[in-house]
């Protein structure tokens, strides 16, 4: 972790000193928060800060009764006596094996910081808590001379800092610039030409305030509004289409992404949004409702290794080890992840306290999620409607030589009656054993209502069941394993396989039976179906019984049915009071059975056969009790299996198939009885568990209430309870640097002792603890709209981000925001704006991820990637939040301009400025094509060229250009137009089209040019 040096507002200070010309007359009181500790944070509290294990001579310096408290008569801090301060007398010593910092710590202090730290002794050395783990309150509001220019609250505390500073606030943008920068704020894209003549209608016809209010009222009711903020979330939830790793397979969660920005269109309470998230699986179910489940997606998001050589478990951890550092970032704003190895070196996070948040997330299984999809049941239900109406009609296309119809049902029924009689013959009496005891190594077995085994929860390497049974029969010949289906397995099961490829199969390894202590000996094992999805390699149930646990039995190809395997003992088996069965599955890794049942027969010759389970039942039953509904059912099999019928039969079979529903990857609560334990892991390292640790909070912040349940859903309200101090100030302040570029608190993901001291903290209290307080009461109810009104209707957001000379010289980095700032647009602003210029945005919503066209090349670094093949008709144009996002190779453009890659939490991105962005700009097939769209629409436009130049910078750029601007384009374009009609350039490969090349190349190559603006990427 790289350590920062807090902000101490020691420039804001001096802003206002130097303003007055009052600083040296009036020396403000040191402050502990916002002057001494940064700099003990900074230099001292490594070696005697929290952390226990690394404190050097068992001083702490940041508690107050450890620092004052008398050692060996001394004193760390002497309160008023600086003189017989150990620790001043140490970082004024100018011998080198007494000074602190060391010299080879590289920490010296600076005189001014010895000085504050002298300052502060003598004036009591009085420790407050760190501002971010106080509860908020509200704070009055501040007095200001301007007040005309006030428009909400936010300014009110904006413009008192600025007139302490000596500062004026800057004159309001103009129409066009401000509805560019609300457009691109709130939805991700610039108005449109229409859209902007509507606004500047609406000014000239009532007046800018409410005209301005109108546009804004737009755009949050824009269902654009949900996938620009969605977008920014995803970057916190480490969202991604694949796993990660080496192999970066692609994984089915967009429905998560559209959950996300549905949530945000619909303004869910922030509250709820984070519940949801964290324990939506653990509310309340409500009809037909499906999405609190789907929210749970948030945590499924951590990176998925399916490397052959490597441990489940272990990987499991490291999943664990993102899910507490991204809840920490996402709402804490504190960087928990420093706790993982050791207590945190700077705030007051203690080792056991990591790993007791850890033990909120650890009690959750991780299945697959079926997307209920009523146009794919409905067209199921048709299918098998059809399906019936082909049944009814195989007897009549049965190739037999009689013609009459009743002489040809005549044969087919003799047919069916021998087989039958055959299936008789060859069926045995199965009596299911109910196990009396079901473990393993790590899964859980619970035994189901029908006397099956469900396996749950974590797998290995190599998994053993192992089940105990009292049968009651004597004489046993065989034994019936029978691999069931089940809804909540992958791919429906009978295996509990998650990984690409081998979804929903098992490996079975060996299968050993024991009576009362003694092995019994397998003469002989059939199966219904097997195959191996690895090579020629073959499979069988025979091979689980040859004491090899490489050898084995699957069924890849056929997941989602049932299959049989009997064991026919080489004796029978005399009364025996315990009978014990052990499976092995393990070749390859995670990959045992996840539903299955046991039955025993004391009949002789039994095999395993290819029937569904139903048709098993129904050849039990005498001719006498079938119904004729039973009847049929026996004959629908029977003709399916027809030999003479298999062109037919493939059709009928092919409807009967279930569809492929979506899934989407969802967090389950295990239940109480089996809680998974969390251990404190020394050093962080998963094979050093130590001891125990129940669910908890961090011992510094508010705890859980007494009533409160100690799992993910009592966790969850805990981090939007109004007691906890940091969630909406981290929240709030998230959301202020995406319109300011820069948050009230600078570092997003850290509230704690290194982070950002806050540039206006009484404005970010209030902004929080209005965010959190009900509308009844004047607050925003947890409403991130109401949020965002507030901020963009301020005349602080309003303002030209024209710089003057006064703000360049005392706020060089406008932390007090004296003008408006200009950020460079998030990569995925850049494209959509550019798609929406061009006349080429789809508007299309939701679904899976789409694949843009990019340079070649770009996914195939990853090992085993599949090309990347651009999507056509209107998913090549989706928005950017619909892009299929892969780990290993993110789209290329997107990574160009630092979008995140997916593989960790991201609270603030870089913002970099590399000739590759131009590049891109000019040149990347997206961008290419855009310009030839843009090219073909100026080309076909009536007008001069004054006229359409004018009218693509609109497009583009939201303003009318300048008289010199238009000027200066229309001679480029002269000049490019003589260079196309002279062939000094080819006009077919600039404009990508035959037709009228000339002039679309012409105006093509413009586009290209205002492409690669400045203007084009930046917020005006």
């Not at 080309?939 to 000027?967: H, K, M, Q, W």
Request: charged letters at 25%.
């Amino acid at each position: 972790m790289a350590y920062r040096l807090a902000i101490t507002g020691l420039l804001s200070a001096s802003l206002l000193n130097v303003a007055r010309g009052d600083a040296a007359e009036r020396p403000r009181p040191v402050g502990y928060s916002r002057d001494v500790r940064p700099i003990l944070a900074a230099k001292c509290f490594a070696c005697h800060g929290p952390d226990s294990e690394a404190r050097q001579a068992e001083l702490r310096l940041d508690v107050a009764t450890a620092a004052v408290a008398a050692r060996n008569g001394k004193r760390a801090i002497a309160v008023g006596k600086p003189a017989q301060s150990e620790v001043y007398r140490r970082i004024t010593s100018r011998d080198a094996d007494v000074r602190m910092p060391p010299k080879d710590s590289g920490k010296a202090l600076s005189a001014n910081e010895i000085d504050l730290i002298r300052r502060w002794i003598e004036q009591g050395a009085k420790y407050d808590r760190h501002w971010a783990f106080v509860k908020p309150a509200l704070p009055r509001l501040p007095s200001v001379r301007n007040r005309a220019w006030v428009r909400n609250d936010v300014d009110r505390f904006v413009l008192a800092r600025l007139e302490r500073a000596g500062l004026r606030p800057s004159p309001r943008a103009d129409a066009a610039a401000l509805a560019r920068r609300v457009s691109l704020d709130l939805i991700g894209m610039q108005p449109t030409v229409d859209e902007i003549d509507a606004f500047t209608k609406d000014i000239r016809e009532t007046s800018f305030d409410p005209a301005y209010e109108r546009l804004v009222d737009r755009l949050l009711a824009s269902p654009r509004y949900g996938e620009r903020w969605a977008r920014r979330w995803l970057d916190l939830a480490r969202y991604a289409d694949t796993n990660g790793y080496e192999k970066d397979r692609p994984r089915s969660i967009w429905a998560y992404r559209d959950w996300v920005i549905t949530a945000l269109n619909r303004d869910m309470p922030f509250d709820r949004f984070t519940i949801e998230q964290i324990a939506g699986d653990m509310l309340p179910s409500r009809k037909e409702d499906n999405s609190p489940k789907i929210a749970t997606g948030f945590h499924r998001n951590t990176m998925l290794n399916e490397e052959g050589g490597i441990d489940p478990l272990e990987f499991r951890f490291h999943a664990m080890v993102d899910r507490v550092a991204t809840t920490g970032t996402t709402w804490l704003g504190l960087t928990l992840g420093c706790a993982q190895c050791h207590s945190h070196k700077y705030d007051p996070v203690s080792h056991t306290d990591y790993y007791r948040v850890m033990a909120f997330l650890n009690n959750a299984d991780e299945p697959e999620f079926e997307l209920p999809d009523r146009k794919l049941a409905a067209q199921h239900q048709a299918n098998l409607k059809r399906a019936r109406q082909l049944l009814a009609e195989l007897p009549e296309k049965w190739p037999l030589p009689k013609d009459t119809t009743v002489l040809r049902r005549q044969l087919v029924e003799r047919r069916f009656r021998e087989w039958l009689a055959k299936q008789r013959r060859r069926s045995v009496k199965w009596t299911v054993l109910r196990p009396v005891s079901a473990k393993s190594n790590l899964p859980l077995l619970t035994v189901q209502p029908d006397d099956s085994v469900f396996a749950s929860g974590d797998t290995t390497k190599s998994d053993l069941f192992e089940l105990e049974f009292k049968p009651k029969l004597t004489g046993i010949t065989a034994l019936l394993l029978e691999a069931l289906p089940d809804e909540r397995l992958p791919e429906h099961g009978p295996g509990s396989t998650y990984y690409e490829g081998t979804r929903g199969d098992f490996f079975l390894g060996e299968f050993r039976l024991f009576a009362d202590g003694k092995p019994v000996k397998i003469a002989a094992a059939s199966h219904s179906f097997a195959k191996n999805r690895f090579g020629a390699n073959p499979v069988s149930a025979q091979l689980a019984v040859d004491g090899d646990p490489q050898t084995g039995w699957s069924v890849h190809g056929r997941q989602g049915e049932r299959h049989t395997a009997v064991f026919v003992l080489q004796k029978l088996l005399k009364k025996t009071d315990v009978l014990k069965l052990e499976m092995m599955f393990g070749r390859h890794f995670a990959s045992s059975l996840g539903r299955f049942r046991i039955s025993v027969t004391t009949a002789k010759g039994a095999v395993a056969r290819d029937l569904p389970l139903e048709i098993e039942r129904l050849l039990a039953l005498p001719d006498s009790r079938l119904t004729e509904a039973q009847r049929r059912v026996l004959l629908e099999e029977f003709l399916l299996r027809s030999p003479e019928l298999k062109n037919h039969t493939q059709e009928i079979r092919r409807l009967r198939q279930r569809p492929d529903f979506p899934t989407t990857l969802v967090m389950q609560e295990r239940p109480t009885e089996n809680l998974r334990p969390t251990c404190v892991h020394k050093r962080g390292e998963f094979l050093q568990p130590t001891v125990k640790v129940a669910p908890g909070v961090p011992a510094f912040l508010p705890p859980l209430p007494k009533d409160a349940p100690k799992n993910r859903l009592g966790f969850a309200r805990w981090i939007v309870s109004t007691e906890n101090p940091l969630t909406a100030r981290v929240v709030v302040n998230r959301h202020w640097a995406a319109f300011f570029g820069r948050g009230i608190v600078g570092t997003l993901d850290d509230f704690g002792v290194q982070g950002d001291s806050p540039t206006h903290p009484q404005l970010l209290d209030r902004l929080a603890v209005l965010f959190q307080t009900p509308r009844r009461n004047g607050g925003m109810d947890w409403s991130l709209k109401t949020l965002h009104k507030q901020i963009v209707m301020s005349a602080t957001y309003r303002q030209s981000s024209r710089i003057n000379a006064a703000a360049r010289q005392l706020d060089p980095e406008n932390r007090l925001l004296s003008y408006a700032p200009r950020p460079r647009l998030e990569a995925e602003i850049i494209r959509d704006s550019v798609l929406r210029a061009a006349g080429l945005l789809s508007t299309k919503m939701g679904g899976p991820g789409v694949q843009p066209p990019q340079p070649r090349g770009v996914t195939e670094v990853a090992y085993g990637s599949p090309k990347w093949v651009a999507s056509r008709g209107e998913d090549r144009h989706r928005r950017s939040i619909y892009t299929f996002m892969k780990r290993t190779a993110p789209f290329a453009m997107f990574r160009t301009f630092d979008a995140s890659s997916g593989e960790s939490c991201t609270a603030r991105r870089d913002r970099s400025n590399t000739p590759l962005q131009a590049l891109t700009l000019l040149n990347d097939v997206m961008f290419v094509e855009s310009a030839q769209a843009m090219g073909r629409l100026l080309a076909a436009r009536v007008g001069d060229d004054a006229d359409r130049v004018r009218y693509g910078f609109r497009r583009l750029l939201t303003r009318n250009p300048s008289t010199e601007e238009t000027a200066f384009l229309v001679k480029f374009i002269r000049t490019q137009r003589a260079r196309f009609q002279s062939k000094e350039l080819n006009a077919a490969t600039v404009s990508g089209t035959k037709q009228n090349a000339v002039e679309v190349a012409v105006w093509t190559s413009l586009v290209r040019a205002l492409f690669a603006l400045d203007e084009t990427v930046t917020r005006n």
